[in-house]
């Protein structure tokens, strides 16, 4: 594809997705993005509580952490998302993921071991260090695709 075709098809793509977050004050973007985090959270533990729950036989209850886990990820967080405008065009969001992995590689996984190592907790300093290595890749990943996208 020429380049004029593909620039007038990603301009097109753009404007399709163009992010209704430029119309919320920073306040509501920031409330959104607490809230965002809250479901995602919210979804992830009921299903490790679901998890557990058919470990122990509890299936009915399993059924329900399951339930309302659907409900916090597909419609509550994604119902956020759109309105805060979280999605936007592939280079966009590979920028995006490629900034927060960095932010834990760099920052928040290198400190959380150095403090779990200094506190004596051995065991919690090698697991961040192991997951820092595991976000290493996401973002190196990241980094090739948007190469990629780009050329």
Do not use: C, W
Not at 25 to 46: C, L, P, R, W
Not at 108 to 125: H, P, V
Request: proline share 1%; glycine share 4%; net charge negative.
């Amino acid at each position: 594809m020429n380049t004029a075709v593909r620039l007038q098809k990603e301009t097109a793509t753009a404007e399709k997705t163009q992010s209704p977050k430029r119309n919320l004050d920073q306040k509501t973007i920031d409330n959104f993005s607490t809230a965002m985090h809250g479901e995602a959270f919210a979804y992830v533990k009921y299903l490790l509580y679901a998890e557990h729950a058919r470990k122990n036989g509890n299936k009915e209850l399993a059924e329900l952490f399951e339930t309302t886990a659907k409900v916090e990820r597909f419609e509550h967080l994604a119902e956020e998302a759109e309105l805060a405008g979280l999605v936007g065009s592939d280079a966009d969001n590979l920028q995006d993921a490629i900034k927060g992995e960095s932010y834990e590689v760099e920052i928040m996984y290198l400190e959380f071991a150095q403090m779990a190592k200094i506190a004596g907790n051995i065991a919690a300093a090698d697991r961040f260090e192991e997951i820092r290595n595991d976000e290493m890749g996401h973002r190196d990943r990241f980094k090739i695709a948007l190469a990629k996208l780009k050329s």
